[in-house]
């Protein structure tokens, strides 16, 4: 089993930036594929951003490319997404997830493990 815990999450004025972070533990780290997902209120949870093994590959959905930054630290088991220039429609729950498998994966049904979640909203 894989255990992810979100935090950093919170309420940020347009133009902010908040960096969240995904802490794993249960598994070695380094062997996981990781993504961020996120699901505004009233909509469907949607792919943000991947990141893998040795983070020397990302992929970002086009809405956040230039704007989101993924990155991971293997050293510490933990994940992160630093977002910059914050938008009232970045407004969502933000869930980190791992994966086992290679190459580059971008649906829900690929990753095995899900956080929680942690809230960010924007305020215009």
């Known amino acids: 089993q894989v255990q992810l815990v979100e935090s950093g999450g919170g309420l940020v004025q347009a133009g902010g930036s908040l960096r969240l972070s995904c802490a794993a533990s249960?598994?070695?780290?380094?062997?996981?594929?990781m993504g961020w997902f996120r699901q505004a209120p009233g909509k469907d949870r949607k792919f943000v951003a991947t990141?893998?093994?040795?983070?020397?590959?990302?992929y970002y959905t086009g809405s956040v490319k230039g704007q989101f930054t993924i990155s991971r630290d293997n050293a510490k088991n933990t994940l992160y997404l630093q977002m910059n220039s914050l938008k009232p429609e970045d407004t969502a729950v933000y869930y980190c997830?791992?994966?086992?498998?290679?190459?580059?994966?971008?649906?829900?049904?690929?990753?095995?493990?899900w956080g929680q979640g942690t809230q960010v909203t924007v305020s215009s």
């Open positions: 997830a791992a994966s086992s498998a290679l190459g580059y994966v971008n649906r829900e049904d690929e990753f095995d493990y």
């Open positions: 249960g598994r070695i780290f380094s062997s996981l594929t």
């Open positions: 990141i893998s093994r040795r983070g020397d590959r990302t």
